[in-house]
């Protein structure tokens, strides 16, 4: 069954990044939110974001609220936070799996499709 995953690694503390707020947006005619959670203590979400006929054809974007995970920590950062809202914008097919990590610091992040 296809599906949509993701998870995030603290590339700064070598750590999965736990308690992060994530969101997934579909981008057609409007921007709808379809998916909404939070990183659990390996920094991944307890459920695919999408399966199974939900996963649809199309262009999505995914959320991450680092600066906010990263201001839980107590880390002595930039005021502002370099990083706030991380946004990856990406285009799936409905009959395949995809799974897009997070690799992120305060001050840069990466992406990938992973398997």
């Known amino acids: ?3 949509l995953t993701t998870h995030i690694l ?22 709808v939110l379809r998916s909404s959670t939070v990183s659990n203590i390996d920094g ?4 695919p974001l999408l399966e199974g006929d ?3 054809t199309g262009t999505y974007e995914l959320e991450f609220d680092i600066g906010d995970y990263f201001a839980s920590r ?5 005021d ?4 706030d809202t991380v946004v990856i914008r990406f ?3 409905s009959d395949e799996s995809y799974h897009v990590p997070l690799l992120v610091s305060p001050w840069s992040y990466s992406t990938y499709r992973g398997s």
């Open 1 to 3: 069954m296809a599906r």
């Open 10 to 31: 603290d590339t700064a503390h070598g750590c999965p990044a736990s308690g992060v707020d994530i969101r997934l947006f579909a981008l057609a005619d409007a921007r």
């Open 44 to 47: 991944r979400t307890e459920e």
């Open 54 to 56: 939900a996963l649809q």
């Open 74 to 78: 107590a880390e002595d950062l930039d």
């Open 80 to 83: 502002p936070a370099f990083l």
């Open 91 to 93: 285009s799936i097919k």
